[in-house]
């Protein structure tokens, strides 16, 4: 697979503080990431750094090879890229007006967009929600939604910043199964920020242990799990203590 995001010898400070030290680090076109640490560990600021929502204090961002400066990062590449977070932010309207949000920002003819909603409403089993309004919706609802309006934007690249992490176990579940089959169906590049090896086991490919501001281990999720190395043997042998 063809490398579509690349930072190097990237560094972000806050405060005269390093926050993030990051020598090396690439996403693949196609593939659903993980990106996983204990709470502190700079996960949700590293997603900031490849969504271009924020930028390093030192180094360099790549898309497919080309070296992006600030003044590179314009609207139609931001527009390369949507997020899911934990909490769905959604607007004060109806399901169907959250999810068609985007796609009238970006100006595209009502028929279009009406079908473009619809299919994505359908994909995640929210049909029926489309007239409900975003603020009468249970948590699962809201998050399905959160996903929806992200994916009918039909990005290159979607990040996810634990989106499932409020959700009771059996919605939970469910909510992974059906996101993995539309990642896998549309070749999505995703990347998933959590704290739980449970999720990153069953959605992602390859998976990257972020401690103490640096990328400790990378390599494909099974390894990563079954063979932690010396520095993240702790983290992740707590966690499979806790699964078996």
Known sequence: MNTLLRLENMTYMAQQKTILSIPS?????????GIMGPNGAGKSTLLKL???????????????????????????????????????????????QNVALGLKIRKLAKPIINDKVEYW????????????HAFHLSGGEAQRVNLARAMVLEPEVLFLDEPFSALDFPTKVQLLKELKEILNSTRTTTVFV??????????????????????QQTGTTSEVIEKPNETTASFINQWKEFIH
């Open 194 to 215: 959590s704290h739980d090896l449970l999720e990153v086991k069953y959605l992602t490919d390859r998976l990257s242990i972020l401690m103490n501001g640096k990328i």
């Open 25 to 33: 680090f690439s996403i693949k076109q196609g593939e659903i990431i």
């Open 121 to 132: 409403l359908d994909k995640f089993n929210i049909s029926h929600l489309a007239k409900k």
């Open 50 to 96: 490849l969504s271009l929502l924020d930028s390093p204090s030192e180094g360099q961002i790549f898309l497919k090879e080309k070296p992006l400066s600030e003044q590179k990062i314009t609207i139609d590449l931001r527009r390369k890229f949507a997020i899911a977070l934990q909490q769905s932010l959604l607007l004060n309207t109806s399901v169907y």
